[in-house]
């Protein structure tokens, strides 16, 4: 009887859901209102003459719309440890560090218990559309999460990845075990100091319970297919520690190795299955579900800069379904997935009008002016106004702007998302890409997807050959006159210089956007330059960022590497074999 009651209602979790989003403006209204409540004291604001007013109308007009570096010296001043309000009403005890990965420097954004509760309500919510599809009874889950090391900022604030501050929460275990969605591996794994001896302990943890396992996740895709990658490579030492019970060797901290020992008992029989079932594989095509026979689904982020990874994550699932997690970031959730039969690729997030008070800048409308000058073409933008979240129209693209309970008032998150329809009053938004991360030189606007639509296009001339691009990045060379696009590509084996040749006019000709096409023409930017890097780079590439303290659950292959990424430009230059020019043009 007790257990039963821990298992999470989730019809009553729907219930609520439906109650919130029949009437999302009003519910809109009613969050700014305790936003504004809750932290109107906080010098933030009381700077901006708000005077205790908590209507959309006077929030808009006193408070700017802002980004984190407008933020950065009151957040840095939490960290210091400054005890009067600045951001909120209550003191805030613990720092989220995003990953950083896209723009090259980690952020500081604050954290705090009510971040946590929506963190959990997206979890729940998902989980309730997602268990009426893919029911999973009493099992476990093989989840590849990593935590961050926790520093303590000069104020004495923890300071953690937001993954991190998420999973040592005591509220998150417990939901863990109410949604039947417990990590089969032990917290001395999860926790541990190295990713690669965690990754390898938690692949064996899979295998020992690998009847049990119900699902298998990770925060983002990425860290799922790098997990079967190494499975890949160590599956073998896999084995053998599995049939005498040893652990092996390279798993050096007595922490870790104490919680495995507590586990690993010698299996012959369960060591022989394997290298069976390992053995029978075709290119490891398959081998989820050959591993794990009761696993139901397969679940993490798989939209935006994830997509690449789809494919081969498809590889290794054959039929079991994949199912795109939840939409937020380090500074606040957005959106729950409450249609989780959907392909990763169609996959939208309802955004939960409770958790945050939301507004979006419109993109289509921006007034764009191209102006033909003597040749030289300049090109003016301005920014309309935002709307609110009721407001938006299917079909139209829009940034996302947050205001939440976490101390951020009109962010600008940077994120560029799509409205795909509504669920009752509340838009289902699909994720489109980084606002930011654009390749541009001229009047040319290269978008994160318009680049990895490019790859996809260009990756099909070497999928001929069974081989498969690991990873891609890019950046655009200015140092040549016109500048030009450089596309990294790590790739799965040997390419001939002509088909290499052949991707790179692929890669040229696949860029859609009307600037790009346009320059091209007129030879105003230059031919796309392909530079085939070492096996091995992105792995390096991931290890100096996990060397900032950053965790692979948060990590994001960065797509465009600015100039204020120099060392992972560096990284790339460093390990390029070989390099070829479009002439497709
Ligand atoms: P971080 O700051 O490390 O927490 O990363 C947050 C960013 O990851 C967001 O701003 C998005 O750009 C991206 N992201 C988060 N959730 C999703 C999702 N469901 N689909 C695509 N991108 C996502």
């Given at each position: ?7 999470l209602?989730v ?5 609520d859901?439906?109650v919130?989003?029949k009437?999302?403006e009003n ?15 906080a010098?933030y ?7 205790g007013r ?6 808009k007009?006193c ?5 984190h570096?407008?933020?950065?010296p009151c ?5 210091d440890?400054v005890?009067?309000p600045i951001l ?12 950083g990965?896209?723009q090259?420097k980690p952020?500081?954004?604050?954290f705090?218990?009510e971040?946590m509760?929506?963190?959990l309500q ?7 559309f997602?268990n009426k599809e893919?029911p999973?009874e009493n099992?476990?889950a093989?989840q590849?999460?990593?935590s961050s ?6 104020g004495g ?7 991190s ?9 417990k ?7 417990e990590c089969?591996s032990p917290?001395?794994?999860?926790f ?6 965690s ?9 020992i319970?690998h ?8 925060t983002?895709?990425y860290?799922?297919?790098l997990a079967f990658?190494t499975?890949?490579?160590v599956w073998?030492?896999?084995c053998?520690?599995i049939r005498e019970?040893?652990?092996t060797?390279?798993i050096?901290f007595?922490?870790?190795r104490?919680?495995m020992?507590?586990?690993?008992k010698p299996n ?9 079932k390992?053995s029978g594989l075709?290119?490891w095509y398959g081998?989820?579900p050959?591993?794990?026979?009761n ?7 798989m939209?935006?800069c994830?997509e690449?990874?789809?494919k081969k994550?498809?590889?290794?699932a054959?039929?079991v379904p994949?199912i ?5 970031s380090?500074?606040g959730?957005i959106?729950a997935?409450i249609?989780?039969s959907?392909?990763?690729?169609s ?11 939301f507004?979006?800048?419109?993109l289509k409308e921006?007034v ?7 040749g ?7 920014e309309?106004?935002p709307v609110d979240?009721?407001?938006?129209r299917?079909?139209?693209e829009?940034?996302v702007?947050i ?9 600008k998150?940077g994120?560029?998302v ?5 669920h009752n009053?509340?838009?289902e ?6 606002r930011?991360?654009?390749?541009a ?5 290269s978008?994160?997807q318009d680049?990895?639509l490019?790859?996809?296009?260009a990756a099909?001339l ?5 081989l498969e691009?690991?990873?891609f ?16 590509w ?10 290499l040749?052949?991707c790179?006019?692929c890669l040229d000709?696949s860029?859609?956007?009307g600037g790009y096409?346009?320059s091209?023409?007129v030879d105003?930017i ?7 890097v ?7 590439i ?14 994001k292959t960065?797509r465009c590497?600015g100039?204020?990424?120099n060392?992972?430009?560096q990284?790339?230059?460093d390990?390029?074999?070989?390099n070829?020019?479009?002439?497709a043009?």
């Amino acid at each position: 009887m007790l257990e039963k009651k821990e298992i999470l209602d989730v019809e009553k979790v729907i219930r609520d859901f439906e109650v919130i989003t029949k009437d999302a403006e009003n519910v809109q209204r009613e969050t700014l209102k305790m936003i504004l409540e809750e932290n109107g004291c906080a010098e933030y604001l009381q700077n901006l003459g708000l005077n205790g007013r908590t209507d959309p109308e006077s929030f808009k007009a006193c408070v700017p719309l802002v980004t984190h570096k407008d933020l950065e010296p009151c957040i840095q001043r939490v960290a210091d440890g400054v005890f009067s309000p600045i951001l909120t009403g209550k003191p805030i005890t613990t720092i989220s560090i995003s990953s950083g990965t896209t723009q090259g420097k980690p952020k500081f954004v604050p954290f705090n218990d009510e971040l946590m509760e929506t963190t959990l309500q997206i979890f729940r919510t998902s989980f309730a559309f997602r268990n009426k599809e893919f029911p999973i009874e009493n099992g476990r889950a093989l989840q590849f999460i990593y935590s961050s090391k926790q520093i303590k900022t000069k104020g004495g604030l923890f300071a953690g990845t937001a993954t991190s501050n998420v999973f040592r929460n005591s509220q998150f275990r417990k939901a863990m075990k109410a949604m039947q969605s417990e990590c089969c591996s032990p917290d001395e794994v999860i926790f541990g100091p190295d990713f690669h001896q965690s990754l390898y302990c938690h692949l064996l943890c899979g295998l020992i319970f690998h009847e049990e396992i119900r699902l298998v996740s990770s925060t983002f895709a990425y860290s799922i297919v790098l997990a079967f990658r190494t499975f890949e490579q160590v599956w073998e030492e896999l084995c053998d520690d599995i049939r005498e019970g040893v652990l092996t060797s390279r798993i050096t901290f007595p922490s870790v190795r104490s919680a495995m020992a507590k586990l690993l008992k010698p299996n012959p029989e369960l060591a022989d299955l394997i290298e069976k079932k390992c053995s029978g594989l075709s290119n490891w095509y398959g081998l989820i579900p050959e591993l794990f026979p009761n696993v139901k689904y397969i679940y993490g982020i798989m939209t935006g800069c994830m997509e690449p990874y789809l494919k081969k994550l498809r590889h290794y699932a054959a039929d079991v379904p994949l199912i795109s997690a939840d939409y937020g970031s380090s500074e606040g959730w957005i959106g729950a997935n409450i249609n989780p039969s959907l392909p990763p690729e169609s996959a939208t997030y309802a955004v939960l009008p409770n958790i945050g008070y939301f507004e979006v800048i419109p993109l289509k409308e921006n007034v764009e002016e191209h102006m033909q000058d003597n040749g030289n073409v300049s090109f003016l933008s301005m920014e309309p106004k935002p709307v609110d979240l009721t407001e938006v129209r299917v079909g139209e693209e829009y940034e996302v702007i947050i205001t939440n309970f976490g101390g951020l008032y009109r962010y600008k998150l940077g994120d560029v998302v799509k409205v795909m329809g509504f669920h009752n009053s509340t838009p289902e938004l699909k994720f489109v890409c980084r606002r930011n991360v654009m390749l541009a030189i001229n009047i040319d606007k290269s978008t994160e997807q318009d680049l990895q639509l490019a790859v996809e296009e260009a990756a099909k001339l070497i999928a001929k050959e069974k081989l498969e691009v690991i990873d891609f990045s890019s950046n655009v060379d200015v140092s040549t006159d016109p500048g030009h696009y450089v596309i990294f590509w790590e790739i799965s084996g040997e390419v001939s210089d002509e088909v290499l040749t052949e991707c790179c006019n692929c890669l040229d000709r696949s860029f859609v956007d009307g600037g790009y096409v346009s320059s091209r023409k007129v030879d105003a930017i230059g031919p796309l330059e392909l530079r085939v890097v070492r096996r091995g780079t992105f792995q390096k590439i991931l290890d100096h960022y996990l060397g900032l303290g950053a965790a692979l659950s948060q990590f994001k292959t960065p797509r465009c590497v600015g100039p204020a990424n120099n060392k992972i430009l560096q990284i790339l230059c460093d390990n390029v074999t070989k390099n070829y020019f479009s002439t497709a043009f």
